[in-house]
């Protein structure tokens, strides 16, 4: 690697125009002390040139996805300080935000060396600005007139409570049995590593004395009756005795933090327990690379706010996280992104060897951990579209006479044709249910382009031999075959809505997803399946929250700013015989445009705590304004809140 960083300069620019999706214009600088000649540029975008584009000062070399290889005309030299510029007209969408555009970029020299190149934001229009990198701002408002001066988050169903104690002492337990002691040690192993300042909220003696007493309730439910000398958690078993003492580790932090406002009180109750079974989050872990410990740290801020289900996007076009026994090419390739690899640099790699491989020492402190927060890893494999990584390191996994590309993206789906496709998906789920104990398994489903087996003769004679003239009838059979390997493992499968067509999957054993928009998750009860709410456009963490162009993140969905987020209800136009079906809700960060890591507190936070307040409080009891003033003393991604 030539090391010339910083002296290369790839600007972008994107401009409108009218009825298409605008151009984009590059400008290279040479900034470093010598011409360049016989190079090429590659750069990584999240926007990418449709298959009819047209270029203007460069030939495209190569595209995968968005990994652009860029030409300049032969003999062309790019002279110190001059710059080289090439326009592309007809993208594949009309560019919303900075993260639309370049992510990142290189030059390959003639010998085959590498030379950095520092790729700024793509602006709109040539106008400057800045990307929005904090959350939005806005000072903590004050709480709403009439409610409890107590801090949790999600607000608990029902509470009565007055007067007030000193917070300056820790938790401690007094009196309780084995199952309160495991659930308040969790609790306060937790809250000690989510705030590292100030003295600890929960200890061995001294403060405020705990008792714990059984009581018949809902399992994940808890009672806690205040008094002066003692404060009485009351639950079923361990969950709900967690529950409980994280809601009084929240009361103590905040009565603490900020003691204006909020107090730890000294009479009263409180009732609660949640609203869904299902209070979860999806972290896409494919498209970009979370070790382990940063999972460990989000397993955390999800425990704090009673949030029950991770479900991890193991796999995915552009890379791949586990390694499975008797395909080693997943682990030395799909997991991978680099400059001549199985898998080139996508959404902002840099040319360098980029990925990550989870062990199975790895995946098991993730899930010993979660337990321990009484949190389900519900394992996703992408399957069968998606699959552009496994693909490329398992080739014998295409049809031979499968040529060419769809669309203008390299294909990406398993072939439901072939043998070899379920000798690997055995290993893989085998693999995957021995690492995750996890009830449910969830194979992915969604946008399957079925264009890609129509020139596979293999899948042609598939649906020959069923008598099907419909291809897509082949992504049905191909997911039952799957649902089939998952239940004789003794799991249940989860899947996208998708897995709902064509011959949707057996109900009885599944749950499904619903994205696309929040309507078709009623569609998907009614056909009898249990539904969990994830709809793009209130749970998708990863869609911008305003129309700003410097604001981050995708828009397909829509902008999806606090308030709707916070506001949608859940199942809230459900009729009531079909509730029963409604297992609750997700928040989805898929991982597109979070290559600069730095964006990841501000794209999660708040708008996780306002989906957890809806997985947890009956909706009558949200409210906007009280939600506004609690959610800024919440924990965040490594740093601990400083009260404004
Ligand atoms: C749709 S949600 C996808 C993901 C993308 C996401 C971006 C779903 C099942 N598929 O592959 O990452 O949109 O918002």
């Known amino acids: 690697m030539t090391n010339e960083a910083g002296f290369l300069r790839l600007d972008s620019d994107w401009a409108p125009t009218e009825g298409a999706a605008g151009s984009l214009t590059l400008t290279l600088t040479n900034l470093s002390d010598r011409p360049l000649q016989n190079f090429r540029l590659a750069f990584t975008s999240h926007c990418r040139l449709d298959p009819d584009y047209q270029l203007r000062g460069a030939n495209l070399v190569e595209q995968i996805y968005g990994y652009h290889m860029l030409e300049p005309p032969a003999g062309f030299a790019l002279t110190r300080g001059s710059t080289w510029s090439v326009t592309a007209d007809r993208l594949n969408y009309a560019l919303q935000h900075y993260t639309d555009g370049l992510k990142s970029a290189y030059l390959v020299l003639e010998d085959g ?47 009565e409570v007055a007067g007030q ?23 306060g192993d937790l809250a ?27 399992e994940e439910g808890y009672r806690i009756d205040f008094a002066a000398n003692a404060v ?14 994280v809601t009084l580790g929240q009361i103590l932090h905040a ?32 498209r970009q690379v979370y070790e382990a410990k940063e999972l460990l740290r989000v397993l955390d801020l999800l425990a704090w706010h009673k949030l029950n289900r991770f479900h991890l996007h193991l796999s995915d076009d552009e890379g791949w996280r586990l390694d499975i026994p008797g395909y080693p090419q997943l682990a030395k390739l799909a997991a991978w992104r680099g400059h001549g690899r199985a898998i080139p640099p996508l959404l902002g790699s840099p040319p360098e060897c980029y990925g990550l491989v989870y062990s199975r020492a790895d995946v098991a402190q993730l899930t010993g951990r979660a337990e321990q927060l009484f949190i389900t890893i519900v394992p996703e494999i992408d399957i069968p579209g998606h699959s552009y990584s496994i693909l490329q390191s398992i080739p014998e996994l295409r049809d031979p006479a499968e040529t060419g590309s769809y669309r203008g993206s390299p294909k990406n789906v398993l072939n439901p044709a072939i043998h070899k496709t379920y000798d690997f998906l ?15 398994i969830h194979v992915g489903g969604d ?129 009531e015989e079909m509730k029963a079906r409604l297992l609750g809700v997700q928040a989805c960060l898929w991982g597109e445009n979070l290559h600069d890591r730095r964006l990841f507190d501000s794209m999660v936070i708040p708008r996780l705590w306002a989906i957890a307040e809806s997985a947890w409080t009956p909706s009558a009891g949200k409210n906007l304004s009280r939600f506004t003033a609690l959610h800024a003393l919440a924990p965040r991604i490594g740093t601990r809140v400083r009260a404004p």
């Open 165 to 187: 104690r000193d917070p300056a002492g820790a938790l401690y337990l007094l009196e309780g049995k084995h199952e309160s002691e495991l659930a308040f040690n969790a609790a």
């Open 113 to 159: 060396g590498i030379v950095p190149v520092a790729s700024t934001p793509t602006t709109q229009n040539l106008e400057s600005g800045v990307p929005r990198l904090e959350a939005p701002s806005g000072s903590r408002s004050r709480l709403p007139l009439g409610m409890p001066p107590v801090s949790i988050l999600p607000f608990p169903m029902r509470i």
């Open 192 to 218: 000690n590593r989510l705030f590292h300042s100030g003295p600890p909220l929960f200890g061995e003696v001294g403060g405020i004395a705990c008792m714990a007493r059984q009581a018949d309730m809902a």
């Open 255 to 286: 009565a603490r933090d900020e003691p204006n406002e909020f107090t730890f009180p000294a009479t009263g109750k409180i009732y609660d327990a949640p609203r869904f079974a299902w209070r979860g989050m999806l972290l896409d872990v494919a």
């Open 232 to 245: 009485t958690v009351h639950a079923a078993g361990q969950k709900g005795f967690f529950y409980g003492f």
């Open 426 to 440: 055995q290993a893989v789920f085998d693999e995957v249910a021995r690492l995750f104990p996890s009830v449910w």
């Open 447 to 575: 946008e399957v382009s079925t264009d890609a087996w129509l020139d596979s003769p293999l899948a042609r004679a598939l649906m020959r031999e069923h008598g099907w003239y419909d291809i897509r009838r082949l992504q049905s059979y191909f997911l039952h075959c799957v649902q089939e390997m998952t239940r004789n493992l003794g799991r249940r499968t989860g899947a996208w809505e998708e897995a709902a067509l064509w011959g949707g999957i057996d109900a009885r054993d599944s749950y499904l997803v619903a994205w696309k928009r929040s309507a078709n998750g009623l569609a998907l009860a009614e056909q009898g399946y249990d539904v969990v709410l994830a709809p793009g456009e209130a749970y998708y963490l990863d869609m911008a929250q305003s129309e700003d162009w410097w604001e981050p993140g995708a828009s397909w969905a829509g902008t999806v700013p606090l308030e709707r987020c916070y506001t949608y209800n859940p199942g809230g136009d459900w009729p």
